[in-house]
T-cell receptor, first 113, second 114 residues
């Protein structure tokens, strides 16, 4: 059964710092991995989708990498801002799990002004 | 605007009552999903549907029921058999289950048992 782990569970940084969020998964047979952002009491906003054949995806100050063979992904946030404060979740779509996504528990990020 | 609409945003249920959460999408997506989110836990899949008039149980389907009579609608009923229904419920959709497409989420419904 696929398991997804996100470390750290919480992270607090000063504004302007570059930071990395980690996501690991136990079964490397995946179709893709997706990073989401969730603000308190809100739904999930899709940030980046990486296909299994890709190594990285970039959107603005965000860069996500994927090392499928080692079961790891990182989300890099450059020049963090207070508006980046949110919970970040990763989810994988496994080759043996059909249409479903398996989520990690998220990293709660606080960027202090 | 295209997107996924969940209603209501907040819902209160008395013990023993059934309640239905609405999820509508105008994205012309084939697949739709219901997840439950509890504090300190990741999202858990309740039910999903890949096509109209068909749906499958997820990991925590007990005490829930769904229907998919129209492509754009996937309502979730929380029955009295669900012993701990207080949670945040999220609906999602995906364009095509055969392709590696993004999943998009609604804004959620917070259900509280009173």
């Amino acid at each position: 059964k696929q398991e997804v782990t996100q470390i750290p569970a919480a992270l607090s940084v000063p504004e302007g710092e570059n930071l990395v969020l980690n996501c690991s998964f136990t079964d490397s047979a995946i179709y893709n991995l997706q990073w989401f952002r969730q603000d308190p009491g809100k739904g999930l906003t899709s940030l980046l989708l990486i296909q299994s054949s890709q190594r990285e995806q970039t959107s603005g100050r965000l860069n996500a990498s994927l090392d499928k063979s080692s079961g790891r992904s990182t989300l890099y946030i450059a020049a963090s801002q207070p508006g980046d404060s949110a919970t970040y979740l990763c989810a994988v779509r496994g080759e043996t799990s059909g249409s479903r996504l398996t989520f990690g528990e998220g990293t709660q990020l606080t960027v202090n002004p | 605007d295209g997107g996924i609409t969940q209603s209501p945003k907040y819902l209160f249920r008395k013990e023993g009552q059934n309640v239905t959460l609405s999820c509508e999408q105008n994205l012309n997506h084939d697949a739709m999903y219901w997840y439950r989110q509890d504090p300190g836990q990741g999202l858990r899949l309740i039910y999903y549907s890949q096509i109209v008039n068909d749906f499958q149980k997820g990991d925590i389907a007990e005490g829930y029921s769904v229907s998919r009579e129209k492509k754009e609608s996937f309502p979730l009923t929380v029955t009295s058999a669900q012993k701990n229904p207080t949670a945040f419920y999220l609906c999602a959709s995906r364009r095509d289950t055969q392709l590696n497409t993004e999943a998009f989420f609604g804004q959620g419904t917070r259900l509280t048992v009173v």
